[in-house]
């Protein structure tokens, strides 16, 4: 037997034999939790609908398809009892095939509008929920350890297993475990700080070398980033794995202690009190066990990774975001590949942010219904906007008409 298969095997033995499960483990499964409501409407519902750019959300949308089309198409994707079989995205993708991707805003909006159509979604009542944003960040790195560059970014270990709790039971859809062998038992695998401490020196497993300690804490927030090489080469790192400890918000934790409020936490912010506080920085980022693991992203054609900026890092749907156009969901409730409608602010101008999204992420810090992480893109710009963004907003999900 394999070591994979006796991992799966303890998994079976640990689920069954535990009396008090992890919270995540006791949710319903979505599609019969009464408290979120799929409520179909119109499209002159959706406030700004007809002015947003559709053909560029239609370019999105095609990237996904090329997952989707590989899908058994027997098999339901999303919430079940909310939406169809694969079979449907699929005649949905095969229709957007035939139309050139360079086709005008009217009439990729009315390739949307005769295919789908939309639905509000509410949870426990409510039809408001959370926007957060996230970026590309740069980083200086080096692939030689040095006095400047000292800070690891890790390969993914071998001995870090996964196994996806879906399997089990559906109403663990969209949850993972994630933990190590040792003997004939299933283990936590090690946290962020026994990992800062050397868990996981000697055993080859370094990537690069950053310069920043605090950048290479927030690579693993935003999950992919470019690293600037000192020979000056750039190269995009993605994610790998996660160590599957939980992850703990340490802007929430300056806030209980006075250093932040409620109204000025941010990503800039948290930065700027860890840069400002380096003999206290470590233990405050430590708090947050959760640690990710990365590879190199490089073109299968030239073998170079592509940094132009035209081809973004790749998501959890195994494909290139877009900026503007691809969210991270909550794969409990939703999978890759669905077409949302959100109406929130713009984090800097304050001024209405509606437009058409597929889901092509997610994040560990993504949980609800009602939760979306913005992908922005990379630069300055994108920095700005996703440090800066926690909006409150509705959401709106479009599904293949019958």
């Known amino acids: 037997m394999t070591l994979r298969q006796n991992f799966l095997l303890l998994v079976i033995f640990f689920i069954a034999g535990c009396s008090q499960l992890p919270s995540f483990l006791d949710q319903k499964p979505p599609a019969k939790d009464q408290t979120v409501k799929f409520i179909k409407i119109d499209y002159s519902e959706l406030v700004g609908w007809s002015s ?74 409510s039809e408001f929920g959370l926007f957060t944003g996230y970026y590309e960040p740069e980083l200086n ?3 030689i350890f040095s006095e400047k560059f000292k800070f690891p970014i890790y390969k993914r270990p ?20 994630s933990g190590q062998l040792q003997g004939n038992k299933v283990i936590p695998f090690a946290t962020r700080e026994s990992i800062e401490s050397g868990a996981l020196a000697g055993r080859g497993l370094e990537l690069l070398w950053v310069d920043s300690g605090i950048d290479a804490f927030f690579l693993h927030i ?30 929430r934790e300056l806030v209980k202690m006075g250093e932040l409020t409620k109204s000025n936490v941010s990503m800039q912010t948290i930065r700027t009190w860890l840069e400002s506080h380096p003999d206290k920085a470590s233990d ?37 975001l877009t900026a503007g156009r691809s969210l991270a969901i909550d794969r409990a409730y939703f999978s890759m590949g669905l077409l949302f409608w959100i109406d929130t602010r713009h984090p800097l101008t304050q001024k209405p942010l509606r437009k058409l999204m597929v889901s092509q992420d997610t994040g ?25 963004m926690k909006e409150k907003g509705k959401f709106f999900i479009l599904l293949p008409r019958n």
């Not at 071998?158 to 475990?177: E, H, T, Y």
């Not at 560990?364 to 994108?382: L, N, T």
């Open 222 to 251: 935003q999950g992919s980033g470019r690293i600037r090489l000192d020979t000056g080469e750039v190269i995009r790192v993605g994610f790998s794995g996660r160590n599957g400890q939980p992850y703990f918000a340490i802007g």
């Open 141 to 143: 790195g080096s692939r």
């Open 364 to 388: 560990g810090a993504i949980v609800g219904p009602i939760r979306g992480d913005y992908f922005w893109g990379s630069g300055k710009k994108a920095y700005e906007a996703a440090g800066l």
């Open 158 to 177: 071998k001995d870090l297993i996964s196994s996806n709790l879906g399997l089990f039971k559906k109403k663990w859809k969209g949850r993972q475990i």
């Open 52 to 125: 947003d750019n559709h053909s560029k959300a239609l370019r999105t949308f095609l990237r996904s398809c090329s997952r989707i089309r590989v899908k058994p198409s027997i098999k339901g994707l999303g919430i079940e009892g909310f939406v169809d079989s694969v079979k449907s995205y699929q005649r949905a993708c095969d229709a957007a095939q035939m139309l050139n991707t360079g086709m005008s805003d009217t009439v990729s909006r009315t390739f949307f509008e005769n295919w789908f159509e939309p639905f509000k979604i509410q949870s426990l009542g």
């Open 284 to 320: 405050l980022m430590n708090k947050n066990k959760s640690y990710v693991f990365f590879r190199e992203i490089k073109n299968k054609k030239t073998g170079n990774d592509s940094v132009s900026g035209k081809v973004g890092p790749i998501g959890a749907a195994g494909i290139p």
